[in-house]
């Protein structure tokens, strides 16, 4: 069974470009969940869907940040325009049930890497 | 707000040696669940073994365990017979068990390396 896969694996960009980030969550996985981790520091949560919809997403740092899911299978997170703080691993998880037998446990994609200069 | 703190940027073991990674977090549900994550170089990131917050017996796989600290809020990762290939990135990290809270908490990562 195919993973979670993200595309592209490396994005680099210049200041006030757009860039659109892909994520194919495993199939069957109703919850997918975007973070990013910038360098050196902590994983930080963006948002989660709990298939098409938006549950949370109270870690998107501002509206420069556009996240959807349409269909409720993969997912895109676009950056318009990006800034140089945009840079970091952007990485993209997803789980089937949010209950105990799954131990909560998310399956986390590679992630991209976006650099922008 | 929860968080997660891992002291420890960069650590290294002999290979066959032992290595602990430690991590602490903070949180004031008393029913959670803590992961330690593996990210080897350009891989995802795995599971490596996961510990329900209500047992008391510290969680084992394999190679791995974990020295669960409830009280302390402590939470290591100790690799036995260290092995190259455990040469990675290593995550800690916390999720709440509340309706409405659903993202990972993570720690900033330790660098682990294994010398041959």
């Known amino acids: 069974e195919a993973g979670v896969t993200q595309f592209p694996s490396h994005s680099v960009i210049e200041k006030g470009q757009t860039v659109t980030l892909r994520c194919d969550p495993i199939s069957g996985h109703d919850n997918l969940y975007w973070y990013r981790r910038v360098m050196g520091k902590e994983i930080k949560f963006l948002l989660h869907?709990?298939?098409?919809?938006?549950?949370?997403e109270s870690g998107m740092p501002n509206n420069r940040f556009l996240a959807e899911r349409t269909g409720g299978t993969y997912s895109t997170l676009k950056v318009q325009p990006a800034e140089l703080e945009d840079s970091g691993v952007y990485f993209c998880?997803?789980?089937?049930?949010?209950?105990?037998?799954?131990?909560?446990?998310?399956?986390f994609g590679p992630g991209t890497r976006l650099t922008v200069t | 707000a929860q968080t997660v703190t891992q002291s420890q940027p960069e650590m290294s073991v002999q290979e066959a040696e032992t290595v602990t990674l430690s991590c602490t977090y903070d949180?004031?549900?008393?029913?959670?669940?803590l992961f330690w994550y593996k990210q080897p170089p350009s891989r995802q990131m795995i599971l490596v073994i996961r510990?329900?917050?209500?047992?008391?017996q510290n969680a084992t796989e394999n190679r791995f365990s974990v020295n669960f600290q409830k009280a302390a809020k402590s939470f290591s990762l100790k690799i036995s017979d260290s092995q190259l290939g455990d040469a990675a990135m290593y995550f800690c990290?916390?999720?709440?068990?509340?309706?409405?809270?659903?993202?990972?908490?993570f720690g900033a990562g330790t660098r682990l390396t294994v010398k041959p």
């Open positions: 998880a997803s789980s089937q049930a949010l209950d105990r037998d799954s131990s909560y446990e998310q399956y």
């Open positions: 869907f709990v298939k098409e919809s938006k549950q949370d």
């Open positions: 510990q329900e917050a209500y047992k008391q």
């Open positions: 949180t004031s549900e008393s029913d959670y669940y």
């Open positions: 990290a916390y999720r709440s068990l509340l309706y409405n809270n659903n993202d990972m908490r």
